[in-house]
């Protein structure tokens, strides 16, 4: 037995073990997690808000806060997005691969499953909710260019207002969604930690019960007298048949009411680790693959039942959609769309050279003994923190 040992190289001296890479903060993937159940509840509450004021209100302010909250913690983890190769690779696989598939397969099934020949494929109107890959994109790409500003919020905003009252834009690449979204991305990227913990307390929660009250009277009072058009962030003013002025004003006071309303949501999310946080890693696919659910609905007629327009059937079709898109998280699931979601494409990309360092340096830094020096990739906590928060940022994708 000795012999054996010392053949393999044994000394009596064990290796330092590599050490464990940083956990995912199970808050952020509660609160995704949550986020996403509150985009698939909303899109399947569209064909049955028409006969009910109640949810309506439901609708508009649950509205006002899923997307910004899911887009907000998108841009908390691109802060260490950079112009690095394997960066830029990811982004392509992770976001630009998934829109041009998803795009086209939503393109397609509206076009055969609503009988509809005249919805053509293309990749510069996006339809439906693959915008928020677009916007993702984007987003990510400039967010050097956010981080080298002395004042990124107040920029942000001001092209909000003035995409505002842009009609001119259209709809190529839904960037008037693009525009008006992106002051809650580069929130994201300005936040750092504490701000999180500060609204994560007793205090928080306690306030955020009568806040939630108050925005769904304000709701149930704005149903017939305002438009909700305003809360999906993709039209001018111009466009909405408002005054020009109206568009800047109701970006900052819905960009206010949001930020209100995600804190509140955010005071409530568990941080410590619970049955669902797994499935936080798994949001964009669930993202992605509960549209064609809900649209089959609206194709073939699901939520004409009479009986789903009432109290009951409501809340079955909500129940039903949070159990349908927690499926879609799941990690089977992930596997089979793995390939089309998340694809190496090895293949399509030249090898970074330092990358290849980086690799080599973490290898020959696992052989060696106790005591010895760290690779760089293990002593650079800015390369080991932003790997991490890119692939937990890779699943925020709302």
């Not at 509660?30 to 986020?35: D, E, H, P, R, S």
């Not at 009910?52 to 910004?68: D, G, I, K, Q």
């Not at 190769?85 to 397969?105: H, K, M, N, Q, S």
């Not at 080298?148 to 505002?164: D, F, Q």
Request: with cysteine; net charge positive; aromatic share 14%.
């Amino acid at each position: 037995m000795t012999n054996s040992l010392r053949s393999q190289g044994h000394t009596g001296t064990p290796r330092k073990a590599a050490p464990p890479g940083k956990r995912r903060d199970a808050f952020f993937d509660n609160a995704k997690y949550v986020a996403i159940v509150l985009v698939a509840m909303g899109h399947s509450w569209e064909p049955l808000k028409g006969e009910s004021r109640v949810l309506e209100a439901l609708y508009t302010v649950v509205y006002a806060f899923h997307m910004p909250a899911f887009i907000i913690i998108s841009g908390y983890f691109s802060r260490s997005f950079d112009m690095r190769p394997d960066r830029l690779r990811r982004l392509v696989t992770g976001v630009a691969v998934p829109y041009i598939v998803f795009e086209t397969a939503y393109s397609l099934f509206k076009r055969y499953g609503d009988h509809d020949p005249g919805m053509a494929v293309t990749l510069l109107d996006p339809w439906y909710l693959t915008w928020f890959l677009v916007a993702l994109f984007v987003w990510r790409l400039t967010t050097p260019l956010w981080k080298s500003l002395r004042w990124p919020l107040p920029v942000a905003l001001g092209i909000a207002m003035l995409a505002s009252v842009s009609p001119e834009i259209g709809d190529d690449l839904d960037l008037q969604r693009v525009l008006q979204f992106l002051p809650f991305f580069v929130l994201g990227l300005c936040l750092k930690p504490e701000h999180f913990r500060m609204v994560r307390t007793r205090r928080m929660r306690i306030v955020s019960v009568p806040v939630f009250a108050a925005a769904l009277a304000v709701g149930w009072w704005a149903v017939p007298r305002m438009n909700t058009a305003w809360f999906y962030h993709r039209d001018a003013a111009q466009e909405l048949a408002a005054p020009w002025w109206s568009g800047p004003v109701m970006v900052l006071a819905l960009f206010g009411c949001s930020l209100v309303l995600t804190a509140c949501f955010f005071s409530w999310v568990p941080g410590r680790t619970l049955w669902c946080t797994a499935l936080g890693a798994g949001t964009l696919y669930g993202y992605l693959l509960h549209g064609f659910v809900v649209k089959a609905g609206d194709f073939y007629g699901w939520f004409d039942a009479a009986w789903l327009h009432r109290p009951l059937g409501e809340i079955a079709v909500t129940a039903a959609a949070a159990v349908v898109v927690t499926l879609l998280c799941t990690p089977p699931v992930r596997r089979v769309f793995r390939c089309v979601m998340e694809p190496e494409m090895k293949w399509a990309f030249k090898r970074d050279a330092g990358e290849a360092a980086r690799e080599r340096e973490k290898r020959e830094g696992a052989g060696r003994p106790e005591g010895s020096k760290d690779s760089a990739a293990d002593a650079d906590p800015a390369t080991r923190d932003g790997s991490r928060e890119l692939r937990q940022s890779a699943d925020a994708s709302a």
